[in-house]
Nanobody
Framework: QVQLVESGGGAAQPGGSLRLSCAVS????????MGWFRQAPGKAREGIAS????????IYADAVRGRFTVSQDTAKRTLYLQMSSLKPEDTAMYYC???????????????????WGQGTQVTVSS
């Protein structure tokens, strides 16, 4: 079992930046990859970024590529999402997740993840 706790959400203006953190605890050796997802009101949850736990390889959704950066500090057991050039359409609840399937290097597909945080709200408005 892996426990995940997000922090760092809040309000930002368009063009601004925020950094989300996800504290990881529990059986971390089982984790193969981690990801960030978001869910806006009335929309399905979408995977926006993923990172391989051992090799740091990353993938991004088109909507955030070039603006968001996923990274990790395995010694501190923390996952990060640096968000820049924020847009109103980035407003959503953001979740971190961990997956242990050895068939994937990284993935943005929700069914591939087994452990989830409770989410942190990001609101972008002027």
């Amino acid at each position: 079992q892996v426990q995940l706790v997000e922090s760092g959400g809040g309000a930002a203006q368009p063009g601004g930046s925020l950094r989300l953190s996800c504290a990881v605890s529990g059986y971390v050796d089982s984790i193969q990859y981690m990801g960030w997802f978001r869910q806006a009101p009335g929309k399905a949850r979408e995977g926006i970024a993923s990172i391989n736990r051992r090799h740091d390889g990353t993938i991004y959704a088109d909507a955030v590529r070039g603006r968001f950066t996923v990274s990790q500090d395995t010694a501190k057991r923390t996952l990060y999402l640096q968000m820049s050039s924020l847009k109103p359409e980035d407003t959503a609840m953001y979740y971190c997740a961990a997956g242990s399937l050895t068939t994937y290097y990284n993935t943005r597909d929700e069914p591939d993840y087994s452990d989830w945080g409770q989410g942190t709200q990001v609101t972008v408005s002027s």
